[in-house]
């Protein structure tokens, strides 16, 4: 850290240039002695990234950042203010502590808060904050946080990780790719503490996690703005019953579809003809990991268009539903495509022989703020084009 980024002058210069070309004071000379271009750009870079991501920070004066990449991987406040309401009893301690968002919204839930960060740097610069931010009830220390569970004698009521994929994998699906290693100290983690709660990235397998990981009591799909966020597996010491599935879609109201592994495996029944149905319903990303397809349709009174396709129809509109839901005005063939100028309608493809671009290109589709033309499959296995008018979005 250098405290002199935190001068007055220094961040009246940094607040007057968030819309400056970083590139560019990167490569001019410094305005103040003892600081560096870089060290300015980087301020202003990550302190932008912050915006929307992460607004108490952006909007308290103080506030020292971090590389832009540390803000790029931690949690934003939407999805931390969440996670902090699953952490049971009066003391937490995070092992990966990285910026400390999500440190100091567990603050806000317990009584103490351990914040491990092996790098000495941004350990400083969380603790800095947390006093800027007035929350007193983190400890903060510089070391390993899976070393520091190993060796102390201490007991908490949480234990929370967030594994990092190890540099030398690309995309990771396993646990056992990522660092600290979960799945290898698993039973350390569960004798140090009643509850373990451990992030992962989205395009980890909800299979092979659970067969790499025990008494996992919840898992929660958290998704802002149709964007898959995070997993969040809720591991209970003492837990003997059935896994519950949470989807959680996080936008303006939160919405929340829960249920028991064993409810999604039932049948339901597939739209043959689409003309006697008003309305389409789209899930939220979330929704669709959970894979819980038949379940949504029976949950929210809907008819499942085709089994390889996860779009609903509907008599009547339920706000409810976490995703999407579309008024059908008028159903379309390839031909009446062909027929019409001026075409206009943002594309939706679900289970149809073509992509988006191909599409807007060989119908000279134009795009549209409230117009879809979605491109699907009914249980008859026949392709259909629908136009609609979207009525509620995510």
């Not at 373990?196 to 898992?219: C, F, R, Y």
């Not at 819980?292 to 929210?300: D, S």
Request: proline share 3%.
């Amino acid at each position: 850290m250098n405290p002199k980024l935190l001068t007055k002058a220094v961040q009246e210069y940094i607040n007057a240039n968030l819309k400056a070309d970083v590139n560019q004071i990167a490569l001019a000379k410094s305005k103040f002695e003892g600081i560096s271009s870089a060290e300015l750009a980087g301020q202003i870079l990550s302190k932008k990234k912050s915006e929307k991501k992460l607004p108490r920070w952006f909007n308290t004066p103080g506030i020292y950042y971090p590389p832009a990449l540390s803000i790029e991987q931690t949690s934003s406040e939407i999805t931390a203010s969440y996670k902090s309401k699953l952490a049971i009893g009066h003391s937490l301690i995070d092992l990966t502590g990285g910026f400390g968002i999500d440190a100091n919204y567990f603050a806000k839930q317990m009584d103490t808060v351990t914040h491990c960060e092996i790098n000495l740097e941004l350990s400083e610069i969380a603790a800095h904050n947390a006093n800027i931010l007035k929350s007193n009830n983190i400890e903060f220390k510089a070391l390993d946080g899976m070393e520091f569970i190993k060796t102390t004698s201490h007991q908490y009521d949480t234990i929370y990780v967030d594994p990092a994929r190890r540099a030398s994998k690309g995309k990771v699906f396993m646990l056992k790719d990522c660092t600290p290693d979960v799945s290898s100290n698993l039973d350390l983690l569960l004798e140090k503490s009643k509850r373990l709660l451990i992030k992962t990235a989205p395009l980890l397998d909800i299979t092979a996690g659970l067969n790499e990981l025990k008494q996992v009591s919840e898992i929660h799909i958290v998704s802002v703005k149709n964007e898959c966020k995070e997993l969040l597996w809720v591991i209970d010491r003492d837990f003997t019953g059935e896994l519950k599935i949470i989807a959680a879609s996080l936008n303006e109201t939160e919405k929340i579809f829960s249920f028991q592994k064993s409810e999604s495996l039932i049948n339901l029944k597939y739209a043959e003809n689409l003309s006697t149905f008003k309305y389409l319903y789209e899930p939220d990303t979330a929704l669709l990991k959970s894979g819980a397809f038949n379940l949504i349709g029976e949950r929210y009174q809907l008819v499942k268009l085709h089994p390889q396709t996860q779009l609903y129809a509907s008599n009547i509109i339920n706000n409810s539903f976490p995703g999407r839901i579309f008024e059908i005005e008028q159903q379309l063939t390839t031909t009446d495509l062909k027929k019409a100028t001026n075409l206009t309608g943002n594309i939706i493809v679900r289970n149809y022989p073509a992509k988006p671009e191909e599409l807007s290109k060989k119908y000279k589709i134009m795009s549209a703020q409230d117009q879809f033309l979605i491109f699907t499959k009914t249980g008859e296995n026949d392709n259909i084009i629908l136009s609609t008018r979207i009525i509620q979005h995510y």
